[in-house]
């Protein structure tokens, strides 16, 4: 049957599976074990890829390439793959060429002739000859790579990823990972390398020790406890001011300094007002000292958290003085 290769460069034959090819005017055998392929059994990419091919003998790269591209949409042949890579050649693109082209060779059937092959070659080392070439080893399957910021993918690119010389970026991300970005300068037909990216998993917010409201809820207690019974304690010396006032009253004598009638159980009743008012304004110290604390336990512990804690220290300090009294929490949390 007769078929078609660009520039005379490319012989394939045509198959139900790959369809046709380019030629220039010439004859070529069947392989063994092909069919040929009728007009009517022509699917719609082998139809783009006849109309690339009257493109191109009219000397319409351009529009050549469009028809191969949409056909190369519809069909991943090594036929239609290297022969849009030898348009691309033609048209300056090396990038895209060695890619095609490599995707030919990767997949020529081997039922094709040696010539044919070496031509592909030919046509896949002058495209290489213009690009670079590396393979991109990420350790997390799912992240996506782009190269320059063209998405290539996700995980691990195996096979030769192609780029024109000069700076490139190649970067991978996936969400829950810190993003990978990796940049080097490109030179012509340089060997392939390698490009690791590893990506790390981000921490997520520590949880907040509760520690502190574990804390500041002991202090609450103790606070509520000590105030209570301080309180208790200034009751019973009040009891024993009521009994010693009344006491002085009944026996008509006085507390009044220098009177003929003072009574010498006065000292103690002044000693026991005052221990008594002590006693009380400690109390209430230590009560409000206990609201506060249990205020302010259950404000952090409900409260959500603005950052990861960083460490715990708390300490508490009894404070009074002549009219008040409680316990002060000093602390990191």
Known sequence: MQTKAIASLLFFTATIVAGPSFAADKQVPKATG???????????????????????????????????????????SYDIAGNLGIVELKLNRARDAAEHLGYALQNFP???????????????????????AFKILVNVEQASVTVNGRALGHGSITDDVYTEPGTVTVEAKREGYSTVRKTFTATKGAAIREVPLTLIPLEGPKPRSVVPGAVLGGVAVVGLA????????????????????????????????????????????????????????????????????????????????????????????????????????????
């Open 34 to 76: 092909t069919t040929t392929v009728s007009s009517k059994s022509k699917d719609q990419a082998d139809i783009l890829f006849d109309q690339a091919a009257t493109l191109f003998d009219a000397g319409k790269l351009d529009d050549a390439r469009g028809k191969l591209e949409a056909a190369w949409a519809l069909k991943k």
């Open 110 to 132: 081997p039922t094709e002739s040696d010539g044919a092959r070496a031509g592909l070659q030919k046509q896949f080392d002058d495209a290489r000859a213009q690009v670079a």
């Open 226 to 333: 000590t105030g209570i019974g301080l309180l208790v304690a200034a009751g019973g010396k009040h009891s024993t001011v009521l009994e010693l006032n009344r006491g002085i009253l009944a026996d008509k004598k006085t507390c009044a300094p220098g009177a003929a009638n003072f009574d010498a159980r006065c000292t103690d009743l002044e000693a026991a007002t005052s221990s008594s008012d002590t006693l009380h304004n400690l109390g209430v110290g230590f009560l409000a000292g206990a609201g506060a604390a249990a205020l302010g336990a259950g404000v952090y512990l409900l409260w959500p958290a603005s950052k990861p804690t960083t460490g715990t220290s708390v300490r508490l300090i009894p404070v009074s003085t002549a009219t008040g009294g409680g316990l002060l929490a000093v602390g990191m949390f």
